[in-house]
């Protein structure tokens, strides 16, 4: 692998909770001297080595210039966005000498058509749920009438996590048909639908790195997408994660050989080259099923799992844009962690702006660049999304606000840290769930 020849000037695409996370682990590396994050937020405009610029993560012009102009080493893309509109065949194009870490956008497939991600796990033999695909009401209405294991109703498109209606009866499946196709709810996103079987079991994100070659898993954490407590309510971007889970281990062997194994084969051998991180969505029921992937980081499952990572994360990213996965090693702390997310009452429909947030002791937790990870000690971190920094005050800007992790010596610490540390941060319109981790820890 060549190594970077000098400490590298960083740019990290994105403004959520992922990327103050993905800018607070690589400002611990020795080998990153300094990082731009487009457009930030208030927290990683206040982490050490790190500093906001003002340009949008769409606006591919102003990020290519400020490559050239800030003599950028290294772009890490973290949002689906971009990589479905072509940022990295932009940069490699324009800024032939840059490192960019992010799949391109044929690559990128995978994520920004849930029927192309459907079609691909069919014919590489990854097990998926029964599927069929539709381009209209009409379509969709038969495919709900003529098989009653049609319950689950997805746009095709990006849709920020709340384009997928797991549906009970058939009624429920016919009326997210009528607001898909009729509603237009979803833009071009829902011109086209996946309706599939519905699974019950336990979901485990798995978050792997695909160097052109090999698939190297990370740590396995459990995300909670519905709104409310007990699974309740619509599916948002994610209301919490932790991590490692229990049942990962126990059913490893069989993930590996059913799941990894063909993933890695169908990556090798497909028509686009895939380099980054492939999020691998497993449902676990009488064995294990690909719900969908994502070609980014996920979000909040990277609040979890960073803090956990005793290794340095920038020489993984770099060797995983060279092929050389092989010659790098990741290791973990053997602690758990709760990422219990503070978001706007109203998410997923709505979002709070200029709300004056108070994060009372935790405002400078991810101030240091010290390695607090590599201990196991009961420790919390307050990664921050939908915020902004407004002549020095801290104002909420988005549905997700806050991302509050907890880091200790087994989950039932981490979870304890992580509920604790929430009640003393605030803002007006706060919510957030009471069940992160709940289930994985009455079921011990
Ligand atoms: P996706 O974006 O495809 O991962 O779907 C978002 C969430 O919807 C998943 O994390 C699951 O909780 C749920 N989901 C998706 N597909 C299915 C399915 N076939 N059966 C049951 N739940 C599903
Ligand atoms: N937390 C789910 C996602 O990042 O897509």
């Known amino acids: 692998m060549r190594r970077p020849d000098k400490p590298l000037t960083v740019l990290v695409i994105g403004s959520g909770g992922r990327e103050h996370a993905l800018c607070w682990k690589l400002a611990q590396s020795a080998q990153v001297e300094r990082i731009y994050c487009a457009p930030g937020n208030g927290g990683t405009a206040t982490t050490t080595k790190v500093e906001n610029v ?12 400020f490559c050239r102009d800030s003599k950028i080493d290294f ?4 949002p689906d966005n971009p990589l479905a509109e072509g940022i990295v065949d932009v940069l490699h194009e324009k800024c032939p000498d840059l490192r960019v870490f992010g799949p391109e956008r ?4 995978l994520e920004w058509s849930k029927a192309f991600a459907k079609e691909f796990m069919d014919s590489h033999e990854i097990p998926t749920a029964r599927f069929l695909v539709c381009d209209s009401y009409e379509a969709g209405v038969k495919i709900v009438q003529e098989n009653s294991w049609a319950r689950v109703i ?7 996590g709340k384009g997928v209606f797991v549906c009970d009866t058939q009624d429920q499946a016919l009326d997210a048909l009528l607001a898909i196709f009729q509603g237009n709810s979803f833009g071009a996103a829902g011109s086209r639908v996946v309706i599939e079987e519905k699974l019950v079991g336990e979901e485990i994100s798995l978050l792997t790195l695909f160097d052109g070659k090999r698939l190297v898993p990370l740590l396995p954490s459990q995300d909670h997408k519905r709104r409310f407590d007990r699974d309740q309510g619509p599916n948002t971007g994610g209301m919490g994660a932790y991590a490692p889970i229990d049942l990962f281990q126990a059913r490893r062997a069989e993930i590996e050989s059913l799941v990894l194994e063909p ?3 169908a990556l090798r051998d497909a028509a686009f080259d895939y380099n980054g991180v492939l999020y691998i969505g497993l449902m676990i029921t009488d064995k294990p099923y690909v719900l969908e992937f994502n070609c980014r980081f996920g979000d909040p499952e990277t609040q979890a799992i960073l803090p956990l990572m005793t290794s340095d994360l920038l020489p993984l990213l770099w060797a995983c844009t060279e092929g050389a996965l092989d010659k790098v090693q990741v290791t973990w702390s053997s602690g758990a962690s709760c990422c219990v997310i503070a978001a706007a009452e109203t998410y997923p429909q709505g979002s709070s702006r200029g709300e004056a947030i108070d994060l009372g002791e935790y405002a400078s937790s991810t ?3 010290k390695v607090a990870s590599s201990k196991n000690k009961d420790h919390v971190v307050v990664f921050q999304a939908g915020t902004k920094l407004v002549d020095g005050k801290l104002l909420t800007n988005g549905g997700r606000v806050l991302a509050v992790t907890g880091i200790g010596k087994d989950l039932e610490a981490a979870r304890e840290s992580a509920y604790k540390a929430i009640k003393k941060v605030h803002f007006a319109s706060m919510a957030y769930r009471k069940d992160i981790a709940g289930r994985a820890l009455a079921s011990c």
């Open 75 to 78: 772009v890490v893309v973290g």
């Open 106 to 109: 044929v690559a990128a497939t």
């Open 154 to 160: 997805k746009v095709d498109g990006l849709a920020l």
């Open 367 to 369: 101030s240091s660049v």
């Open 263 to 265: 993933i890695e084969k």
């Open 54 to 65: 003002e340009i949008q993560v769409m606006d591919f012009l102003k990020i290519e210039q």
